[in-house]
């Protein structure tokens, strides 16, 4: 299904991808807010996390009275976390970023684009500004891999909802739903595998969000053994698995 027209005081259109501008490939930066310093418990971090893997940043949370008097708290505290740890990127190298809906705001990806750095990543519908995108049982009822999107005609971001077996919603300020792809999917009524229509901004979403995982599952395959209770043992800890993680990946890479 494909969708348009003007919603609310920020005007949506129908975009093609050939309206999008063409960019030099920077590097894809990953993210995911992060809710352990051990599986168990401990608080909150965001990770600036290349695709393979690798780390390059990342920012502990230090509570919400900090983060108000932090320079970047207009945006809300999800987008601040990306805008402050995309301020150490230079500019005008296209990069791009990858996070989930914790991070996903409209105004975060105008921001980016003033920099040049591109995003895509989930979002929640209350946060895309009274966009008429269709409802998760809307969706249901077309079928499996129904679509719909808006495009703002004033900044060119595009918001999609797509179905699987759950609706996801995605924005971007370069990426669209064309080339649509198709993917294998096992449907439970009739026992076989379909055919399932995809959007090119979630098959490239999916493609280049696995490197906080990736870091992740390395982390937790060397994860020491610690009795101490006292939380910075366990930082300090951490950032040793990190470097051991960073240095494998790296080496993994250059084996290419």
């Known amino acids: ?13 129908k975009c093609r991808m050939e309206e999008m501008e063409k960019m030099e490939d920077g590097g894809n930066l990953g993210w995911r807010k992060w ?30 009275e900090i983060k108000k008097k932090d320079e970047y708290s207009p945006h809300g505290i999800g987008a601040s976390v990306v805008i402050k740890m995309t301020s150490t990127l230079p500019e005008n190298h296209n990069f791009k970023i990858f ?13 980016l684009k003033k920099r040049r750095i591109w995003y895509v990543g989930t979002a929640r519908l209350k946060r895309l500004n009274k966009c ?35 609706a996801v919603t995605l924005i971007s300020s370069f990426a669209s739903i064309e080339p649509i792809n198709t993917v294998r999917r096992y449907d439970r009524k009739t026992r076989k595998y379909i055919m399932v229509k995809q959007p090119y901004i979630v ?6 969000m696995g490197g906080v995982d990736k870091l992740d599952m390395m982390c937790s395959f060397y994860k020491p053994n610690l009795k101490c209770h006292r939380w910075y043992v366990y930082i300090w800890a951490h950032t040793l698995l990190i470097a051991l993680s960073n240095a494998w990946f790296l080496y993994r890479r250059d084996l290419k």
């Open 132 to 166: 008429s995108l269709p409802s998760e049982k809307e969706l249901k009822k077309q079928g499996r891999g129904s679509f719909d999107y808006r495009t703002d005609t004033i900044s060119n971001n595009i918001a999609v909802s797509w179905i699987d077996n759950k």
């Open 35 to 64: 809710r352990k310093w051990r599986m168990e418990d401990g608080g909150n971090v965001g990770w600036r996390v290349e695709e393979i893997g690798y780390l390059y940043d990342f920012d502990l949370y230090q509570g919400k």
């Open 99 to 111: 996070a989930d809906n914790y991070f996903s705001s409209l105004p975060l990806l105008d921001e």
């Open 203 to 208: 098959q490239f979403y999916n493609k280049n």
């Open 1 to 13: 299904m494909e969708g348009g027209g003007n919603v609310g005081w920020r005007k949506w259109r």
